[in-house]
């Protein structure tokens, strides 16, 4: 029989340790796999095809690990060449003032403050982040897990590339910073 302090401590863990988001069964060509390609790719690179919604690690002449990733929406997706120019295990997050400007209810808490999010379980940038640099500053465009694994497959984000975390978790340990980012 339950009495009400076992309820209430298994309610606080409930709370404090909430379940992870894996009950989404991702569709199975966006789960991570070795595929061919052009062989004037250089290892160690990364291309992403938005329209498509993969990325690829390229891991040696004409051979790349594919990834299933959610990206900008229309008008909001990053292009061209970067640099990874940070990586972050668990990373805090703060809305950009432009995405607060955009939707100001959904960011709220972010109004007329400086706070920032910690890492964590319930982070939009999930268990890592990789940093797209140009010319050595930060775009603020991020390649990160996700709080929202639907997302992966469709043009719903603020500009970044999501990934499962499992999926980001496995990238992040294969990249290697200054690794060159090709976004088409």
């Known amino acids: 029989m339950i009495n009400r302090r076992n309820f209430v ?3 606080a863990a409930a709370t404090a340790f909430p379940m992870p988001a894996l009950a989404f069964k991702v569709d199975q060509k966006f789960v991570p796999q070795s595929v061919r390609i052009k062989k004037d790719l250089e290892p160690g690179q ?3 095809l938005p329209k498509a919604h993969f990325l690829y690690f390229v891991e040696d002449i004409g051979k790349a690990r594919r990834y299933g990733v959610g990206v900008g929406k229309a008008g909001l997706e990053f292009t061209g060449e970067a640099k990874i120019g940070a990586k972050k295990e668990w990373p805090t997050w703060r809305p950009t003032n432009e995405m607060i400007a955009r939707e100001p209810k959904t960011y709220a808490k972010f109004v007329d403050n400086d706070y920032v999010q910690p890492g964590g379980p319930r982070n939009p940038l999930g268990a890592r982040a ?3 640099f140009q010319n050595g500053r930060d775009t603020f465009f991020r390649i990160h897990g996700t709080t929202a694994p639907r ?3 469709r043009s719903v984000s603020n500009g970044c590339i999501r ?3 499992d999926h980001v978790i496995d990238l992040y340990e294969r990249v290697p910073m200054g690794a060159k980012v090709t976004v088409l």
């Open 163 to 165: 990934m499962i975390n």
């Open 130 to 132: 990789l940093y797209l």
């Open 151 to 153: 997302s992966i497959g």
């Open 46 to 48: 990364l291309l992403i």
């Open 9 to 11: 401590a298994a309610a």
